[in-house]
Nanobody, 124 residues
Framework: QVQLVESGGGLVQAGGSLRLSCAAS????????MGWFRQAPGKEREFVAT???????YYADIVKGRFTISRDNAKNTIYLQMNSLKPEDTAVYYC??????????????????WGQGTQVTVSS
């Protein structure tokens, strides 16, 4: 049974930084792509970043240059370093793992396993 547990969310001022973590268990870590999504109140869940088994990454344009996704296979954990945060980055952030190898998936339906989410609030 795959489990994903996010941590690291919180309240930060605009321009600040946060690092989210997602600890995975239940199957061989590193064999599949993992991603970060976010969902603000009243909005659709949107793609943020993804990293595959080779360490290749892909980002949404709205976070490119500000966010960095990484993985530590020894710790079964992925991270999302978020810098230069803006109020519009406020959302619940979810990590996810694909069910089968797709490369660098960006659609929510490409991911089979999801964490419970962690709240990020950026004040102006």
């Amino acid at each position: 049974q795959v489990q994903l547990v996010e941590s690291g969310g919180g309240l930060v001022q605009a321009g600040g930084s946060l690092r989210l973590s997602c600890a995975a268990s239940g199957r061989t870590f590193g064999d599949y792509a993992m991603g970060w999504f976010r969902q603000a109140p009243g909005k659709e869940r949107e793609f943020v970043a993804t990293i595959n088994w080779s360490g290749n990454t892909y980002y949404a344009d709205i976070v490119k240059g500000r966010f960095t996704i990484s993985r530590d296979n020894a710790k079964n954990t992925i991270y999302l370093q978020m810098n230069s945060l803006k109020p519009e980055d406020t959302a619940v952030y979810y990590c996810a793992e694909e069910g089968r190898r797709l490369g660098l998936p960006t659609a929510p339906y490409d991911y089979e396993y999801w964490g419970q989410g962690t709240q990020v609030t950026v004040s102006s």
